[in-house]
């Protein structure tokens, strides 16, 4: 049953601290996104990625939020420096291809202090 | 512009009682169609998706949708739902052939025993 990974699943840090999350997408799928879950803002896509390659990631805060994907088999998404509003769940999805569904993994819960 | 609307925030529903959860879109061309359900703490798994063909999608746990083209809705039914059901669902609409799901806020689920 293929499935999409994310750790941590929790992470608490302070104010200030670089966090890092990390997806792994299910094997052969060459899209992967990133979203923000917050009770005020509902989902949020956040980046989206194509073959590896970051096609859009105007919902990002480009100062401190930056998305990679060094192999087709990780995905990251680090915030630094984080801050208290970047308190939310970070969702990864990935999909076989632009249009096609997309599967979510289990999220990252983050909270920062 | 694109929305997708959930009109009913939270519902609560006996357990063996009939469902049916709302969703209006509003977009310009046929969409891409799907409800996701989110249990706590998790992440989101489709329940089904429309992307064309017959307006009566079947998906699974035993849940159903009717695209209605004329009424820009897509409604999730249950016949007889279980107290597993209680969760938070998500109507989606996808542009066809394009990566940008706009989600919307989500109906929660109570089941009363």
Known sequence: DARVTQTPRDKVTEMGQEVTMRCQPILGHNTVFWYRQTMMQGLELLAYFRNRAPLDDSGMPKDRFSAEMPDATLATLKIQPSEPRDSAVYFCASGLDTGETQYFGPGTRLLVL | ?113
Request: charge should be positive; charged fraction near 15%; hydrophobic fraction near 35%.
């Open chain 2, 1 to 113: 512009a694109q929305s997708v609307t959930q009109p009913d925030i939270h519902i609560t529903v006996s357990e063996g009682a009939s469902l049916e959860l709302r969703c209006n879109y509003s977009y310009g061309a046929t969409p891409y169609l799907f409800w996701y359900v989110q249990s706590p703490g998790q992440g989101l798994q489709l329940l089904l998706k429309y992307f064309s063909g017959d307006t009566l999608v079947q998906g699974i746990k035993g849940f159903e949708a009717e695209f209605k083209r004329s009424q820009s809705s897509f409604n999730l039914r249950k016949p007889s739902v279980h107290w597993s059901d209680a969760a938070e669902y998500f109507c989606a609409v996808g542009p066809m052939g394009t990566y940008k799901y706009i989600f919307g806020t989500g109906t929660r689920l109570k089941v009363l025993a």
